[in-house]
Every structure is written in C-alpha cells, then in structure tokens.
C-alpha cells in the first residue's frame, strides 16, 4: 500500500495579463503641422506586492517627430510616461503568500503609439502595452512512496555451462 509525503517547492501560484490603452496629450513650443512620426523607447518596469494586489511601476520615452511653420521645419519632442498599474492575480490552491514571493512582470506586448494627431497646436497620441504577472510562491505536492522495495531482478550470464566446459577443454596447461 502506498503512503504520501508532502513536497514543500517554489512554484508558479498565480498568473495573469492585462491589456492597457492610454491617452495622453503634448504641449510643445512650436505650433506643430503635421506628425511625422512617433516611437517608444527605454521601457523600464518592476514589480511589487501590494496588499492583495500585484503592483507594477514602469517609465517609458515617448519620441514624437513633427513638422512645424507650415511644414517648413521638424523636430522631436520627448515626453517620460511614468506609470502604475495594479493587478488583481488569482492565487491557485494549496498556495501560501505570507512568507517568500517573488514577482515575476514580463512585456506581452510592449508599449507602442497606435494613434497621434495634431488638433488645437496640441499633439493627442494613445499608447498601448500589455504585461503579464507571475507570482512565484511556496506550495505543496503530496506524492505517493512505495514503501515495499521492487525486488532485485535475477542477471543470467550469455556464457551457459556447455561453453565453460569447452573453454576449459581448449585450455592447454603445457603453453608456457
């Protein structure tokens, strides 16, 4: 009959992902025309434990290329987007979050400007992202032990008893 052991491990405990889409607005020293272009760089994020709730911190660099003075001249303009995001991560069974987690934030899909345009000499551009969480915790396994040992299986030689009686008949006593 098998008896069960509980295995205290690390283990994923909770996993989900979260679409967001933002809007944000940009005021610049020249009235722009037209928006040539617009790219995301240097995302930075981090992870924490708030509560019950899985928080994310991050930054990006928003860089918008545009043409300004009846489309005559260009630049481009910086803008930091800090964010914070929460996250409500459902914790599997058997899982304690009390002692040890660890936050594991991965970029599903990283943050990219789908929308910009010029209305008013104020440049409006919508960003999105998607992230996902994990949160590595301990957990426990119940494994079944076989408390019997598997008997030890018996190992036959190739060399039956006729072939040992030929070695020993071919064997000359008188060689050295």
């Known amino acids: 009959m098998a008896s069960f052991k509980e295995i205290v491990t690390k283990a994923v405990v909770g996993k989900g992902k979260k679409y967001f889409k933002n809007s944000y607005t940009l005021e610049t020293d020249d009235i722009p025309t037209t928006v040539l272009g617009c790219w995301v760089i240097n995302h930075k ?37 800090d964010y914070n995001d929460l996250f409500n991560v459902k914790i599997k069974e058997n899982s304690d979050l009390s002692g040890d987690t660890d936050i594991i934030v991965r970029t599903l899909k990283q943050p990219n400007c789908i929308k910009v345009n010029v209305e008013n000499g104020v440049i409006n551009f919508d960003i999105e992202k998607e992230l996902g969480v994990e ?7 119940k494994i079944s032990i ?5 008997p030890w299986e018996e190992i036959e030689d190739d060399v039956t008893e006729k072939d040992l009686k030929e070695i020993d008949e071919k064997i000359d006593e008188n060689f050295i």
């Open 45 to 81: 994020f981090k992870g924490y434990k708030s509560g019950d709730k899985i928080g994310v911190d991050g930054s990006y660099d928003v860089n918008i290329w545009y043409s300004y003075d009846s489309d005559s001249k260009t630049t481009v303009v910086n803008k930091k987007i």
């Open 135 to 141: 949160i590595v915790g301990e957990t426990k396994m």
């Open 146 to 150: 076989e408390e019997e040992e598997e």
